[in-house]
């Protein structure tokens, strides 16, 4: 059976057991939940289209506006939230195909890349979870980011991500942000399903609802979720803010690695960067002019502390940490 063949019979499902999915008959939410079926896990397609009627119904909106509609709720809430709270999805990474990328695998840990991602790693955790004098506060809240697209974000934070789930005691969740242009399906192989743009325009998800586990122990994923007219703009709202304290204080031993996305194209990730611990500014060296990472830096002055990684080098300094702007921590 295909995958829309698998998604249409899923949502013959959902529609039985009293789901509104989106064919425009209003009252199908009004079945009693007490009298509705099992629920049953729906796959991601299926979860992607239910949310997407019900954004066809209430219209766009932050979870704020929804509730100064005048229209009635359409449903009482999708299944989507309490299947997943009970079966985690969990995927399969292909190691093959994160090498292939030029990315770093637990199974490698001396390869080239890995070994300077450890260099580049090595600060961060320290800042992180260092003792006392070293230790930044919400220094587990990291955000990668860029002047411009294409100076390897995505390949930063994938790649760092990797790299700190190697540690020992280390957990590392790592968070699609750059929600108008997510990445991490093409690069890691995983299917967009439900992610970060939900879990800030929805009030009946939670992060367990979306997060991806996968086959590296201490690695999961949050993906961008499904593309949002408002997409960015949701990075600078409060909302955001709130996510963010949560997934930073939950599991204070976690590293939550954010890309993001570009400086100078967006406003919203200079707020988004006000709230985090650290940030790793990606520059691709010999490309990027330094007007522009200037620019870039002058944006993010405020913030604790600043990393910078420069990417695309000669082979001898590819990836290559090379310091720390603003305020440098006390060194371990
Ligand atoms: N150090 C690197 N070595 C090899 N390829 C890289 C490196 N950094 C980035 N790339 C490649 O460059 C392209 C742009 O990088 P990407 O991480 O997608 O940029 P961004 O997320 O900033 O837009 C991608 O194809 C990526 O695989
Ligand atoms: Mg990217």
New binding site residues.
Partial sequence: MSLIEQAAKRLEELRRAGAEVGDGTAGAGSADPASREPERIPTPEAALHELNARRSVAGPSMRTEGRTEARPEPIARPPVATTDRHAPVRVELDLERLKA??LVTPDVPRSQ?ADEFRVIKRPIVRNAFGRAGTRVANGNLVMVT?A???????????NLALSIAMELDTTVLLVDG?VA?P?FAK?LGTRNSPGLLELLTRDDLEVGDVLVRTNIDNLSIIPAGVLHHRATELLASEQMAILLRELATRYPDRMIVF?SP?LLATTEARVLATHMGQIVM?V?ADDTRQRDVELALSMIENCGVVLMVL???DKTD??AYYGYYGDEPRSA
Avoid at 148 to 158: D, H, Q, R, V
């Fill in positions: 990328q030029g890349i860029s411009l697209p294409g100076e390897g974000k995505t390949f930063t934070a994938i750059d242009h990445d690069r890309d570009p990606v691709a990417n695309k080098a590819v990836g």
